[in-house]
């Protein structure tokens, strides 16, 4: 079992920065993958970034602005975003996967409670 406590979430205005994090508690972390999911209001639920063994790698819409890293010492996983826009607002969930290298939020165990980002134009 992970637990999985996401922070970092607010407003912030077009152009902005947040740092999510993303703190796991249970066994085992670094041999799991660890994701970024986010979904807004009436949306589906897409993939952000991942980073597992085989490194990291983004959605199309956020590479370049999103970084995803990790410190397997403090169990902890952060996602960066700058130049956030307007449509970046959604809540972001981080998420757990014994799996590998994995998109879809199907293959994804186990899940944070997801916090709020939304940005302002």
């Known amino acids: 079992q992970v637990q999985l406590v996401e922070s970092g979430g607010g407003l912030v205005q077009a152009g902005g920065s947040l740092r999510l994090s993303c703190a796991a508690s249970?066994?085992?972390?670094?041999?799991?993958?660890m994701g970024w999911f986010r979904q807004a209001p009436g949306k589906e639920r897409d993939f952000v970034a991942r980073?597992?063994?085989?490194?990291?790698y983004y959605a199309d819409f956020v590479k370049g602005r999103f970084t995803i890293s990790r410190d397997n010492a403090k169990d902890t996983v952060y996602l960066q975003m700058n130049s956030l826009k307007p449509e970046d607002t959604a809540v972001y969930y981080c998420?757990?996967?014994?799996?590998?290298?994995?998109?879809?939020?199907?293959?994804?165990?186990?899940w944070g409670q997801g916090t709020q980002v939304t940005v302002s134009s």
């Open positions: 998420a757990a996967t014994s799996k590998g290298a994995v998109m879809g939020w199907r293959w994804y165990d186990y």
């Open positions: 249970g066994r085992s972390f670094n041999s799991y993958t």
């Open positions: 980073i597992g063994a085989s490194g990291a």
